[in-house]
């Protein structure tokens, strides 16, 4: 499954479903669900700015779900400006061109310690020797089997 590694307060956020934008400097082709990393950095100033406490965020571990239905090209300082509430960031237009539309966002109720890394990569959930946390990444989609074949 693919994974995002997002500094805190922003993969907070995102599994709250409050930031339904994510900026990139980079475009990508991927749509779908992905799982949402909090990396180990968090951003002081954003959660000042936000009033969020730095010490209640979880870091270095997967925290959530979220889709990608599109990405929106930001051709101006104006366009990127227009959309702050949804990406909730304070940034240039030079940094950060391309914003990924998000929805259905989900909260893990366990987060998976995990390493993150550059750009989407990939998760083996088969490596996750606890079945609860399995059960929390995938009880959509359970249902959903369940619900269509019974």
């Known amino acids: 499954m693919k994974c995002l590694s997002v ?4 993969a907070e956020l995102i599994v709250q ?9 980079w475009n990508t082709q991927f749509r779908g669900e992905f799982l949402i990393h ?5 951003l002081l100033e954003d959660c000042n700015r936000m009033n969020l406490s730095p010490e209640s ?11 990608l239905v599109d990405v929106k090209k930001y051709n101006s ?12 960031a304070e940034t240039d237009y030079i940094k950060n061109k391309y914003g990924f539309i998000l929805e259905k966002p989900k909260k893990l109720r366990i987060p998976i310690e995990y390493s993150g890394k550059l750009n989407f990569f990939e998760f083996y959930p088969d ?12 009880e959509d989609e359970h249902r959903y089997m369940w619900i269509n074949h019974h």
């Open 57 to 67: 965020m979880i870091t270095g571990a997967i925290i959530g779900k979220v889709s």
């Open 7 to 10: 500094c805190q307060p922003f």
């Open 38 to 42: 909090a990396a180990k950095n968090i």
């Open 77 to 88: 300082e104006k366009e990127l400006y227009a959309d702050r509430k949804k990406h909730h």
């Open 127 to 138: 490596e996750i020797k606890n079945n609860d946390i399995k059960i929390d990444i995938f």
């Open 17 to 25: 479903g409050k930031k339904t934008i994510e900026l990139r400097k």
